[in-house]
């Protein structure tokens, strides 16, 4: 399908449009090497810069996702038995870090801003600070939009088409169609 379109930009002599086609046929290929230890990635998933994946359980990766992990690369964490998944048509921006001991879901058509931090799991209690905590499942439902540095931590979920503004800490769920800002994130209006 590439190669048919752009052989028809050629033959049109659409330059612009030609350098656009062969820039995202290259982040295509790319995605493919540079996230080879996820456990399936969908068609046509886009990859600028480098990703760091540690892939123990499944790490799943839907159709048309696009990942800009250029400034700082992106980590995406899965343990063993963990399933990690990105709906299609989501973007991913740099500095994201993602790591899961059970589930993290994000659904279609989202939006994560830079520096933003999903995780399952708070890595060790407050008591007994070498023990593991039981892990919580995060969900983040279709056309999310997550503002840069926003931090999610473990059992929330986020309804569709909901709005996290910078910075916020999500430690409750959030309903659908709603804007969600500060610390701890409260919504602030419902749409």
Partial sequence: MLAASLRRL?????????????????????????????TSVGR???LL?????????TIIIGSHVRIHSTVVPIELAAMPGAVLEIGDNTFVNYGVSISC???????????????????DNTWHDVLERQQLPASKPVVLQDNVW?????????????GHDAVVGAG???SRDIPPRSVA???????????
């Fill in 44 to 46: 046509y998933t886009q």
């Fill in 181 to 191: 800002v500060g610390v701890p994130a409260q919504v602030i209006k419902t749409f």
């Fill in 146 to 158: 997550l503002g840069n540095r926003v931090i999610v931590l473990p059992g929330v979920t986020i």
């Fill in 10 to 38: 050629i033959y049109e002599r659409n330059p612009d449009e030609v350098v656009d086609l062969a820039r995202r046929a290259r982040n295509v290929l790319v995605a493919r090497t540079g996230l080879r230890r996820c």
């Fill in 168 to 170: 916020a800490v999500v």
């Fill in 101 to 119: 001991h059970q589930s993290v879901l994000i659904g279609r058509d989202c939006l994560l801003g830079s520096y933003v931090n999903i995780m």
């Fill in 49 to 57: 810069g480098r990703v760091r994946i540690f892939n123990k359980g």
